[in-house]
């Protein structure tokens, strides 16, 4: 009998329900939560995987000083007084915490709580500053509060879906499902897809329009000036509800057509069907995500898409309004509490004489930060210079994930004092630790989560605490305590944190703030426990609020009027003679942030196994790379070796690199090394989106691929990618010169014995060469070397490491590289649920399966989490097209 809990899956802000088991052996296995409003049972490829993460390997399991084991006390003394010394010398701002959006809302209410209301600083910001802080700003200009309107279900209402900067597909897969399942039930739907690459989303558009980076803003500002020419504009709603509108739209109106065209990119003829799409549909939902946010001109997208929503009205009524698409699970969580430099708790604003006192009465303490703190990038800027002396990092991984990644880096290693609280022992950032703090992961720690749409739900430990490992929160407590403030950091458990958000949310609020969940202030311990997911806003003493916000007006602006606000279109491009390429970072299917979670899990490995980047083939031609050759990616700033994926899916003169990869992973692939510090002037949110680079062919003398039962070690390759597979490691090699003894080398690298001879091959005239090395009848270790990419079947010499050995036959197989009839190569995963690769499903198409339905009956493959869906469909029209040719 299996004991089940209910939980919320930690990756996407989608906060899907899932259902964790535990079987009499102890093992776990994960599903959808049929119940949950989200994603009523449906999962994603990561979410499926869950159960393959949470192992104890790598894991930090004890308090570390200077990288030697401590007790819990001394840590948590050291942290506190070292603290304290800081502030006592060098005031209040030489001291900051960097949160992340992993954290639970508990963990989040404390952090800010401590360094806002007993430190005195606001210098606490959260990687959601990379994520989202372009829609906060501008929903704070627009609305006067940081409000959704929406939910999940107007993109299933809609008429119209506009997807802008959101490859809905791999970033959001059950949002992506949801809203693919509404259109196949509804063909008459529209789906838009504004984005400069082809990407799986675009499987399900009616128009993409390939923009060019950052032309958003010109692209809805035309868009207002052709709805101000149409019945679609609203004039009721907009002399009633709105101000500015004659400001906006004399600035729309003054870009003209030709402009228009130059700054976007795009055809005449799709912006005219754009338009028409935009203006005779009434239910049109507008979603976007980190293509609009993450930009130097972010924010004013933002209100760019806000503007002609509330020029026509279509706003906060099913099937109407614009959706931000929130990146991590619990990023609205952390804005609601404050997570941000620039907020105060419970939506209310640092910059209000009267919000900063009613937070400090609340609080009872002794102080209150009086303005803004230091963004991500500026406070890593002030660790640099040394005005930040004392810095705490929580849940996140700075020195891959920020921009100019090597300088941050640099700070971090040069600053003072420097705590982290994590799950692994080994990430590129807990490295540089001066105290490292076991904290607890997905499974074992209990707390509260907010989704896009304003969802809260509950995550459940239903594991035991490794080792000494103990909640953020406790940490956090324990050292406020320490500092000083034993009464306000009281808290004993999760459930006193919350009743506390609660009551904080709902104190002195009239109705003119729009977080609101006061009717949870008294929640008993065992209520929380039982707390069913619900959206906020839930008053103290009033029914269930609508689900939806500013259908009849009711802003949070002091008259309770939006405001409509005149963008500028920005310089676009940022290419010269020197850098002449624009690299745009992203996320894939299977990965997650930094890989500490995903890349545990082999088969979340298995669909893109390295870092890679995305070229033209026109543009590759020029620079001399071929398809899986290396490419060199270079800015003033930083340079990385990575994989080369020629498609035609790629614009010519842009490149796209996937922001997951780092030192543990492999050789030279943190690709935001490479991105410049430049920030939206408002939100302070990094241009992620375009950035200028060079870009040239990387010339190896040799290539390899391995397979290997233990992580390689000290690898000594110009580039390498190593990933987590069944039965051990798959690694790819390059190299830029000789090798004296490739024996030699297998054995340091691989750790195997030196008494096990290899079984080899090698040929002088075309270069290849293959190692294996074997203990009995079970592989140890392949080499496969070649002086073009090797081309070896992947899956099939991964199968090796399970496979048995006994007869010299197989052994002789595997050193050809040639998969016999027994064992036939499935080919390059698509289908990671399944685990079902290119060749099956080219096999079942040649068999009669012409379309997803028909291959998903026959392999399985996209009948899971559906990601795959838009790739399978490739392949058969793939096939079928050379069947007819």
């Not at 959808?32 to 994603?39: I, K, M, V």
Request: contains cysteine.
């Amino acid at each position: 009998m299996s004991a089940e809990t209910k939980t919320t899956c930690p990756y996407c802000g989608v906060g899907c329900g899932v259902i964790a088991s535990i079987d009499d052996r102890g093992q776990v296995s994960v599903k959808g939560d049929p119940d949950h409003p989200a994603n009523y049972g449906r999962i994603c490829s990561k979410g499926s995987a869950l159960a393959e993460t949470i192992d104890l390997d790598g894991r930090v399991l004890h308090p570390e000083i200077h990288g030697q084991r401590a007790s819990w006390d001394a840590a948590l003394d050291l942290v506190a007084a070292r603290f304290s010394q800081t502030i006592a010398e060098h005031g209040p701002d030489s001291a900051a915490f960097y949160v992340s959006g992993q954290l639970l809302t508990e963990d989040y209410y404390v952090a800010n709580k401590l360094m806002k209301g007993f430190v005195g600083s606001a210098n606490i910001d959260t990687n959601s500053r990379l994520c989202m802080s372009s829609s906060v700003a501008g929903h704070r200009r627009a609305f006067g509060s940081d409000t959704v309107p929406g939910t999940y279900e107007d993109l299933e209402l809609a008429d119209l879906v506009i997807l802008t900067g959101s490859n809905l597909a791999w970033c959001h897969p059950v949002l992506y499902q949801r809203l693919a399942a509404a259109k196949a039930a509804r063909p008459s739907m529209k789906v838009v897809v504004i984005d400069p690459r082809r990407t799986m989303t675009c499987d399900i558009a009616d128009l993409h329009l390939a923009i060019r980076p950052d032309g958003d803003v010109a692209l809805f500002m035309g868009l207002l000036a052709r709805l101000v020419q149409s019945p679609a504009i609203d004039q009721n709603f907009i002399a009633t509800h709105t101000e500015g509108f004659g400001e906006a739209f004399a600035e729309a109106s003054a870009l003209e057509f030709g402009d228009l065209l130059d700054r976007t990119g795009l055809p005449a003829m799709q912006l005219r069907e754009f338009f028409r799409l935009f203006e005779t549909t009434e239910k049109v939902v507008t979603c976007y995500s980190q293509g609009v946010n993450q930009s130097s001109s972010g924010t004013d997208k933002v209100n760019a898409i806000l503007n002609c929503h509330l020029a026509t009205g279509r706003i906060g009524r099913p099937g109407m309004g614009p959706f931000s698409l929130t990146g991590q699970p619990n990023a609205m969580g952390g804005r609601e509490v404050g997570g941000l430099a620039n907020m105060l708790a419970a939506h209310m604003a640092i910059e209000s004489g009267s919000d900063r006192e009613r937070v400090r009465r609340f609080w009872n303490a002794p102080t209150i930060a009086e303005r803004p703190g230091l963004k991500a990038v500026d406070m890593f800027r002030a660790v640099a210079d040394g005005r930040i002396k004392a810095l705490w990092i929580m849940a996140t991984n700075p020195v891959v994930s920020m921009p100019d990644a090597d300088a941050v880096e640099a700070a971090i290693k040069a600053c003072p004092f420097v705590v982290v609280s994590d799950m692994l022992l080994e990430t590129d950032t807990t490295r540089h630790a001066h105290v490292l703090l076991p904290s607890l992961g997905w499974g074992e720690k209990d707390g509260t989560v907010t989704n896009s749409e304003r969802r809260i739900s509950r995550q459940r430990g239903f594991l035991p605490a490794p080792g000494d490992a103990r909640p953020d929160w406790w940490q956090m407590t324990e050292v406020g305590r320490r500092m000083g403030f034993a009464e306000a950091f009281a808290f004993t458990s999760p459930a006193e944190i919350f009743a506390e958000h609660a009551a904080l949310s709902g104190f002195e609020n009239d109705g003119s703030r729009d977080f609101d969940i006061g009717a949870h202030r008294q929640i008993a311990a065992d209520d929380y426990d039982a707390l069913p997911p619900f959206q906020w806003p839930q008053p103290e003493g009033s029914a269930p609020q609508t689900t939806r916000f500013f259908a009849q007006g009711g802003f949070f602006h002091a008259d309770g009027k939006a405001r409509f606000v005149p963008v500028k279109t920005p310089a676009y491009d940022r290419r010269d003679a020197q850098f002449p390429f624009t690299l745009n970072t992203g996320r894939i299917r299977d990965q997650w942030h930094t890989m500490t979670r995903t890349g545990k899990s082999a088969r979340l490995s298995a669909h893109i196994a390295e870092p890679f980047a995305e070229i033209h083939p026109r543009d590759a031609l020029e620079i001399g790379v071929g398809d899986a050759g290396l490419v060199e990616i270079e800015s003033p700033h930083g340079k990385v070796i990575l994989r080369a994926l020629v498609t035609e899916r790629q614009a010519r003169g842009s490149l796209f690199v996937p922001m997951h990869w780092n030192d543990r992973f492999a050789a030279k692939a943190r690709v935001d090394t490479v991105v410049a510090p430049v920030t939206d002037p408002i939100s302070g949110q990094p241009a992620s989106k375009n950035v200028a680079v060079a870009a040239r062919a990387f010339k190896a003398s040799h290539y390899g691929f391995a397979v290997s039962a233990a992580r390689p070690q000290h690898l000594d390759a110009a580039y390498w990618a190593l990933a987590k597979a069944d039965g051990g490691w798959r690694t790819e090699l390059a190299f830029d010169g000789p090798v004296e003894d490739w024996t030699d080398w297998c054995r340091a690298t691989f750790d195997l014995p030196a008494d096990i001879e290899p079984l080899g091959y090698a040929d002088r005239t075309s270069g290849d060469r293959r190692l294996a090395f074997f203990d009995g009848d079970r592989l140890l270790a392949a080499l496969f070397l070649a002086r073009q990419p090797v081309a070896v079947a992947r899956n099939w010499a991964i199968a090796q490491l399970v496979a048995e050995h006994g007869n010299l036959r197989k052994r002789f197989a595997l050193v050809a590289g040639r998969p016999g009839r027994d064992a036939p190569d499935p080919g390059a995963t698509v289908c990671s649920c399944f685990g079902v690769g290119v060749n099956q499903i080219v096999g079942a198409v040649r068999g009669g399966c012409h379309s997803v339905e028909a291959v998903g009956k026959t392999l399985n493959a996209g009948t899971n989490c559906g990601s795959c869906r838009a790739e399978i469909r490739g392949i058969i029209n793939a096939c079928l097209t050379a069947a007819a040719e």
